[in-house]
Every structure is written in C-alpha cells, then in structure tokens.
C-alpha cells in the first residue's frame, strides 16, 4: 500500500482531495466514481479533523493508505483521535448553524453521500487507530 | 483549488456565483455571503454554480440554511451546476427545493 501523511488541519482538505482524485484517475475511475469517492474521503476527514482533533483540542495527521488491487481500489484512512465509528454516530451541524428540531436528517446527510457514494464503506478500531476504509470497484470500459 | 464567492441584491433578487471548491472550509464564507445577502430580505436567491467543481455536505447545510434564513418564500435557482453536483442534490432530495436551471432569468 501506498501511504501519504497529512497534518490533521482543514487545510489539509483540498490536498488530501486532490492527492486521492490522482490516485483514482491513476487507478483508472471513471469521473463519476471519482467524484463520489473524493465526496467520501471529504467528508471522513472533515469529521476527523474537525471533530477528532480541532474540537478535542489535539493535533496529529491522517495517514492515507491506498491500494489497488482485483478491481478495486481501497482507500484507508488512519489517525490517532479519540475512537470515532462514523456509521454508528450521526454527526452534529457545524455549531454556527442554528437549525430546528426538524433539521436532524440534515445532520447525516454527510455520511448518507460517504456510504452511497462507494462500493463500501467500513470503519475498524485497531491498535488504537480509527481506521476509515473506502472501497470502490473499477468498472472496465 | 481556491474557492471564490461574489454576490450582489437587486430588486429582491440576490444572486451569488460560486467558484472553485465548496468544502467545510469554504462553506463558512457561503454563510457569511448568505447571511450577508439575507439582510435585504430577497424572495429569490440565484446561485451561479457553473464554475463549482466540487460541492460537499457543507454546501447543501448553507443551501437548507439560506431557506431557513430567508424563510420558505425564498425561491432558489441553481444556475448550470455540473452533473456531480445534481447528482448530489438528487440523491439527498434537494433538488425538490431548489429550480435547476440553464440561465437566469430563464
């Protein structure tokens, strides 16, 4: 697997976006696949930067692990917060947002795209890591 | 890529053209620009996508924000989003709340 580190930052987002957005094309995604994985990965780090470090007042990296392999391209996200299930979890509205009751669904709408938007989606808690893994099939043309 | 957000109010009408990328990062200017947009109270929004290449969860929150902010009247266009970013708006419903349109006006 290949591994590239990012600071635990929003700045990290559009690198770590465009650096998966490589490895797929290199892997071979169509647009569509590519854009849904990219959606994802988007949305797990935001949540693990945001939530996992930034809120918690802690500062680490994100290993992104990526492999491709049969088909598929796998996409695993390591980091050292607190552990975080995403799929279990529905997540809060950014606190400047003041939305009503009625918003809740709103508020899963990130993780709705996340596990829609790949072949699968799954999250692991190993040797005190989060592990966020993302797999998407490559279609043949 | 860099995000950038430009807006102006006329006759009610506030339009906004968003360029770039629309993570959670740059969604916090979306907000303040719809916040801005929303003190003289339009009944229409236009939101200029045509140069959005990427639209994350952050950007739908503002969109629904906006309604909530300038209230159920408020009519939104979304002018030549690319098809990811339809798709997104269709796979999350949204785009029962929003008129997807070629140009505006029409």
Redesign the interface.
Known sequence: MELKTFPATVDSLDPLRQYVKDVSQQAGLDKKATYNLILAVDEIATNIILYGYEKAGLEGFIDVLTEVSDNRLKVVFEDDAAPFDPTTRELPDEEDFDLPLEERPIGGLGIYLTINGVSEFSYEYINNRNRNIFEVDIKSP | ?DFTINSEVVDKVAKITLSG?L???S??VF?KEIEKVALQSPTELVLDMEHLA?M???G??VL??SK?KMGVGLTIYVVKPQ??IV??LE??GLQHSVNIVDQYPA
């Open positions: 890529m990328e993570d959670s990062l969604a916090r907000q990427f994350s969860s952050a739908l929150r629904i924000f909530q098809e990811a798709d997104t796979k999350t």
